[in-house]
């Protein structure tokens, strides 16, 4: 497996400009990734994306094929008791 990077843009409300997930090399550039992206959007779990080697580092240029899995975001504000969100599972 190797990590793969996406471009978050520098206009970003986390104030990351990257993230990286494990993928798994399919060839000629193409990646299945490993694990759910959580700043990336528009990209799930097992999905495939296209790459290119740009200084040293293997970038997210495309997205592949679709998976079919689905990423959920849930943003819990400062001081919120995940209980009362929650409940006990």
């Known amino acids: 497996m ?13 104030g990351f400009s990257s993230e990286s997930v494990w ?6 550039g193409v990646y299945q990734l490993e694990n759910s992206p ?7 779990f097992k999905d495939t ?13 495309g997205l592949g094929s679709e998976s ?3 990423t959920y975001r849930i943003l819990v ?3 919120t008791h995940y209980h009362v ?5």
């Open 77 to 79: 504000s400062q001081g």
């Open 68 to 70: 079919g899995h689905s």
């Open 2 to 14: 190797k990590k793969v990077i996406f471009d978050l843009g520098s206009d970003t409300w986390h």
């Open 38 to 44: 959580f700043f990336a959007k528009g990209i799930s």
């Open 85 to 89: 969100l929650f409940g006990e599972f």
């Open 23 to 28: 993928a798994n090399n399919l060839g000629s």
């Open 49 to 61: 994306v296209m790459t290119n080697q740009i200084a040293g580092r293997i970038q997210v240029v």
